[in-house]
């Protein structure tokens, strides 16, 4: 992986790159992208993710959406990414949210890919690209990650990264409107090492 602006700040925009992905924070310009892959992934994505807004898709809630990634990379409570192959075509998204400094110095990882992208190992390239900025980059000892117990190919995808399961939430999360259990993992700077 290699970051393509050194010097990282929290007030440049990191952009990170694997080996067939190039991993940056999402700006207004990606609007139609992002919105065509949704509603063309929609059957794919809505099992897994919290319910829908009616105006989900529109203009507005993207604008919305940039505003708090750009906030919370400013204050350095996570960073998102849009994940993109060489020729620009968008993939996926993945977010390293909720960061706790002080003693834990942990974050929460978040991803998707488009169902045109699926069982392609991109988004295993991504989470690991994100990884390493989370443990190289911002300095983070702790990268936690929940998921369904059926979602397989997200099971697969941390155990690939070398993440742990530690438990098993009940009611964990409200994934498309339901209360749902989720299995629980972790990965620490020190299980790469």
């Known amino acids: 992986m290699a970051i393509l602006?050194?010097?990282?700040?929290?007030?440049?925009?990191?952009?990170l790159r694997g080996p067939r992905l190039t991993l940056r924070p999402p700006i207004m310009s990606d609007y139609v992208a992002w919105a065509e892959l949704r509603a063309r992934s929609r059957a794919h994505l809505v099992p897994w993710e919290p319910a829908w807004g009616h105006d989900e898709l529109s203009r507005g809630s993207f604008?919305?959406?940039?505003?708090?990634?750009?906030?919370?990379?400013?204050?350095?409570?996570?960073?998102?990414?849009?994940?993109?192959?060489?020729?620009?075509?968008l993939?996926?998204?993945?977010?390293?949210?909720?960061?706790?400094?002080?003693?834990?110095?942990?974050?929460?990882?978040?991803?998707?890919?488009?169902s045109d992208f699926t069982q392609q190992g991109y988004m295993t390239e991504a989470v690991s690209v994100a990884?390493?900025?989370?443990?190289?980059?911002?300095?983070?000892?702790?990268?936690?990650?929940?998921?369904?117990?059926?979602n397989l190919a997200s099971?697969?995808?941390?155990?690939?990264?070398?993440?742990q399961q530690e438990g098993y939430a009940r009611r964990y999360l409200k994934?498309?409107?339901?209360?749902?259990?989720?299995?629980?993992f972790a990965l620490l700077e020190d299980d790469i090492a």
């Open 155 to 163: 099971v697969g995808v941390l155990k690939h990264n070398g993440f």
């Open 131 to 150: 990884t390493t900025f989370a443990f190289e980059t911002l300095g983070l000892h702790r990268i936690e990650a929940a998921c369904l117990p059926q």
């Open 175 to 184: 994934i498309n409107g339901d209360w749902q259990d989720h299995l629980l």
């Open 63 to 89: 604008r919305r959406r940039l505003r708090v990634h750009q906030r919370d990379q400013r204050e350095d409570l996570g960073y998102a990414f849009f994940l993109f192959l060489p020729g620009g075509t």
């Open 5 to 15: 602006r050194t010097g990282f700040s929290h007030e440049s925009e990191p952009q």
């Open 91 to 114: 993939v996926g998204g993945l977010t390293l949210s909720n960061v706790r400094r002080g003693v834990t110095q942990a974050t929460s990882l978040g991803y998707w890919v488009g």
